[in-house]
């Protein structure tokens, strides 16, 4: 039997590399006579180390030869692009984002979000930030030797978050020489930039190695206004549609209507001011936003392994990363009705004499905010293996550190009472300068800047506009924001052989783990006052910690028999208990059979739970200018206009309005005021059921090919329900749920939401479903070596209910939004001698959004059993491909370089009003154009 493990062991070496089979620095044992020591190795899903890699739950791997295929510079690429990924969390493409969490890298498997899927490196967790995410920027990738994704539930061994599934990336180790590669690429239209500079060098001794990488990555910014899908927030729509008046031409409220500026002008008196339109006032944010934000990493790290004694090893993985990002969105679309101010009639810049309100977009000074984050993190295990006459067993004891500081910098919004004061009484001094308050009592020039905010482009005199230098250092400020988080884990484990049964080994494993998290994020005071232009937002703060003990055994039933080549059942359970909660337990039970060598049959079934965050615990409140907002009742555009419910609140004629308060263009618009969102001390964990079952087949007639399928499920409930403002209205005038209606309330004059306030909570569940099919066949011929694989999720469900409410409907998100129904990759290689190449393809599916044009409806009876008889009409998109292609070539001086494009085609995504994981009409997740790489790698 023994010999029959170590032949698999070799063959799954050769199959996919012998340096990727070993995750951990394995202990050894003696195997029988003529058979030298094979490493035990720790599987990821599992804590028993074995010598079988083999295990029942389903596993993908990416490995070194995968990642050099590709044309991608981070390690976030590789698993973004991954069949069973969802959209990005906070991508690139979502510049209107802020917080701590902008500019990082996270993982988002099936769709559930990136808090519910658990990073490891080498087996241990990653630091997380106060909002529960793992940022895995901080990994060079010329550190990476493989990653394994679990798509399995796996609380049971690693604790919370691993509801969705695992991704644990192995970084080299033993590496000896020099391994150098430079990155360089760019999108056709010559921006978007992305070198990479990365270095790995290491020395072994007897005793022991250290393996040492760096990592130096820039990524550069790609404007909205150079893409098609953002140049316009609506494309393939007019001027209406298209643009704000809420502009950076100045205008102000008289006699009922609304007047800007002419051009040119001295915008001194009413002559100099028209009734204002689309076509003479009105501006494109999109021209100032960045579609992609540029950003800058560096990283360094050491792996190390040390023999003490030949039994007991010394390890240790040192990681330090700073990145930096920086994003730019257009000047701040001030109003001031919304704050109570006016121009004053005393003001010398008032045209009318008469108080007045006013709006003005500081066009002349957009927003723009730097982040930066620096990241520590250290672990250290001492860890070895003993017998007791014949039975082995492995031990590890250690800890992990990890500590990220955060810091943020941001100009371009207004400090509130300098508009105030700006804007108030001003007069013209002796010396021909405008000056704050009145001639009887005037205001020092050092204590205030008159403004006047009908003044530029084009229209009046640049001093006392926007664009004079002075009225910026008096109206804008520039604030900080910092943040800090820090994990502390101490962790002691053994394994090994209990007995040895006619079937095989009798293994266990057992553990204990203990965990401190404690974070802040404190925005600048001045938004924590409100005193700013930017969203209001408390600070961030609090900690707590986690003891737990798990334990797993193998136990090995039949083997060798007709219908049972073998049978083995895995059972684990982990008990932990919170500082914040209690204490939870969660269980697992796998199996494995094999009723012919060349065919394993397996299946899980977990329990999993989702600890709350320190954020979703302490997080402060925060304001936000809800955009895309979607009023049901609205007389025009809304889907449940006219119903009962809505006229309990509104007019027949009612009309939501957009910023500036004017009737929205289309269904959909950015709101007018503010809404509120915040934090729950009282949230308890989510709990998760996850079952698996599955097939990996080796076929005896076609030698080397592989074929997996897997079906999934996935149910969490008590889910933390991250709501939405559309998600509140929808529930309420479509799902007729009372205790969603209670959360807003509208202003009595013209009935828009003027209040509404949100945040997680307890309720409803999420249910997801499917299958995951790879293949993969490599075959040789004459003229060259193929590997045909292909990968592929296939989403059958994905059930969500957000409230506890026996009457409200389950909705359905399987191809709606950024929930894919199919997600396939598909690839060929070609390797020759010293020339190779390939092909892979990336399917999207097609799916559907709401209408926010009528013209674009082209579902209009779109009716489910949630829409409670409600027709709510859909856009349905068709399904997109993106190829990419690489040419490689061995050069004979141990380098080798690779040309290649991803997206070859040039291929454009669907334009998609809703904008999922983007600001823009566009899936955060498409590429943005064709992109050409080139890649030198060099070994010494």
């Not at 180390?49 to 030869?65: F, K, W």
């Not at 060349?598 to 200018?625: H, K, M, N, V």
């Not at 191809?815 to 892979?840: C, Q």
Request: proline share 5%.
């Amino acid at each position: 039997m023994l010999n029959n493990k170590v032949s698999k062991a070799v063959r799954l070496a050769i199959a996919f590399g012998a340096a990727s089979t070993a995750a951990f620095s394995a202990s050894t044992v003696a195997a029988e006579e003529g058979v030298d020591k094979v490493e035990r190795i720790e599987v990821t899903g599992s804590r028993i180390r074995s010598t079988d890699l083999e295990t029942a739950q389903p596993i993908q791997t990416i490995t070194r030869e995968d990642i050099a295929n590709q044309g991608f510079t981070s390690v976030v690429d590789l698993l973004e692009n991954m069949s069973a990924s969802g959209a990005p969390p906070i991508s690139r493409s979502a510049p209107l984002s802020s917080g701590e969490n902008v500019g990082g890298n996270y993982v988002n498997l099936r769709g559930l979000g990136a808090s519910r899927t658990l990073v490891l490196v080498n087996g241990k967790r990653l630091g997380i930030t106060t909002s529960g995410l793992q940022d895995i920027s901080a990994i060079p990738m010329g550190m990476v030797e493989r990653i394994d994704v679990l798509k399995d539930g796996a609380s049971a061994m690693y604790g919370s978050d691993a509801m969705a599934g695992v991704v644990n990336i192995i970084t080299r180790k033993n590496f000896e020489g020099l391994e150098f590669t430079a990155y360089g690429g760019e999108y056709d239209e010559g921006d978007g930039e992305k070198i990479n500079i990365s270095m790995v060098t290491g020395v072994s001794g007897e005793r022991g190695s250290i393996t040492f990488g760096a990592e130096w990555r820039d990524e550069g910014d790609v404007w909205a206004k150079d893409r098609y899908f953002s140049e316009v927030g609506y494309p393939g729509y007019d001027i209406p549609q298209n643009r704000t008046l809420v502009g950076q031409y100045g205008r102000f409220y008289h006699n009922d209507q609304w007047w800007v500026a002419k051009r040119p002008g001295d915008a001194s008196s009413l002559d100099d001011f028209e009734p204002q339109t689309y076509e003479n006032g009105s501006s494109n944010p999109q021209e100032q936003m960045h579609v992609e934000t540029p950003l800058s990493a560096r990283s360094l790290y050491i792996s190390s392994n040390y023999a003490i004694t030949d039994d007991i090893n010394f390890t240790s993985d040192i990681g330090y990363s700073e990145r930096t990002a920086r994003r730019q969105i257009a000047g701040y679309p001030y109003q001031s009705a919304s704050d109570g101010i006016v121009l004053s009639a005393d003001s010398h810049f008032n045209p009318v004499g008469e108080d007045v309100s006013f709006t003005r977009r500081g066009w002349e000074v957009p927003r723009i905010t730097d982040s930066s984050q620096d990241t520590i993190r250290f672990t250290a295990a001492i860890e070895g293996s003993f017998e007791l006459g014949d039975h082995y067993f492995d031990w590890d004891i250690g800890g992990v550190y990890s500590k990220s500081s955060s810091l943020g910098v941001s100009s371009g919004d207004l400090y509130k009472p300098a508009i105030e004061a700006g804007t108030g009484p001003s007069f013209l001094n002796a010396s021909g300068q405008v000056q704050c308050g009145t001639e009887a009592a005037p205001i020092a020039l050092s204590e205030c800047t008159p403004w006047n905010p009908l003044a530029g482009f084009g229209a009046g005199s640049v001093d006392n506009s926007l664009a004079d230098p002075a009225v910026q250092d008096f109206l804008i400020p520039t604030l900080h924001y910092r943040g800090e988080t820090e994990t502390a884990i101490y962790f002691a484990n053994i394994s090994g052989l209990l007995a040895q049964l006619p079937a095989g080994d009798l293994s266990f494993a057992l553990g204990a783990e203990h965990r401190k998290e404690n974070g802040e994020y404190a925005p600048d005071a001045l938004a924590q006052l409100g005193e700013s232009t930017t969203l209001a937002a408390g600070a961030t703060g609090g900690e707590y910690d986690v003891s737990e003990l798990f334990a797993e055994l193998d136990i090995p039933i039949l083997s060798g028999v007709a219908g049972a080549h073998e049978l083995t059942l895995n059972l684990a359970t982990r008990y932990s208990d919170y500082s914040t909660f209690g204490d939870t337990t969660n269980s697992k039970i796998g199996i494995k059979w094999r009723p012919v060598e060349e065919l394993l049959i397996r299946g899980t079934w977990s329990e999993g739970f989702r600890a709350p965050t320190i954020s979703d615990l302490y997080g402060g409140g925060s304001q936000t200018f809800t955009t895309g907002f979607i009023d049901p009742c609205d007389s025009v555009y809304g889907v449940a206009k006219g119903s009962a419910r809505c006229l309990q609140d509104v007019p027949a004629d009612y009309r939501q309005l957009q910023q500036g308060f004017i009737p929205t263009a289309g269904p959909a618009a950015q709101t007018p005021v503010p809404f509120n969102s915040g934090s729950n001390e009282f949230l308890q964990p989510e709990e998760s059921t996850t079952k698996t079952i599955g097939f990996v087949y080796n076929p005896e007639f076609v030698e080397n090919l592989d074929i997996i399928v897997d079906w999934w499920s996935i149910t969490i409930d008590n889910t933390v329900v991250s709501d939405s403002p559309n998600q509140i209205l929808e529930d309420c005038y479509i799902g007729l749920d009372e205790s969603r209606c209670a959360m807003f309330s509208r202003d009595p004059n013209n009935f828009i939401v003027n209040d509404l306030s949100y945040g997680n909570r307890n309720a409803g569940f999420t249910e997801t479903a499917g299958y995951d099919v790879a293949l993969a066949y490599p075959f040789e011929t004459s003229f060259g070596d193929f590997r045909a694989t292909m990968d592929m999720t296939y989403v059958t469900k994905y059930d969500e209910k957000s409230s506890d409410e026996p009457d409200v409907k389950v909705t359905s998100a399987v191809g709606h939004g950024s929930t894919f129904r199919v997600r396939s990759n598909a690839g060929l290689k070609w390797s020759y001698e010293d020339f190779s190449a390939s092909w892979n393809m990336r399917y999207f599916s097609s799916m559907r959004e709401d209408c926010y044009f009528e013209d674009r409806c082209n579902v209009p009876d779109f009716q489910r059993d949630w829409t409670n008889g409600t027709v709510v009409p859909k856009q349905k998109n068709g399904s997109t491909v993106f190829n990419d292609v690489q040419v490689s070539y061995n050069l004979p001086w141990e380098g080798s370089i690779s040309v290649g494009a991803n997206n070859i085609f040039d291929k454009q995504g669907p334009i998609m009003y809703s904008g999922p994981s983007s600001n823009f009409s566009y899936y955060g997740g498409f590429d943005i154009g064709r992109f050409w790489y080139f890649r030198y790698t060099q070994s010494f």
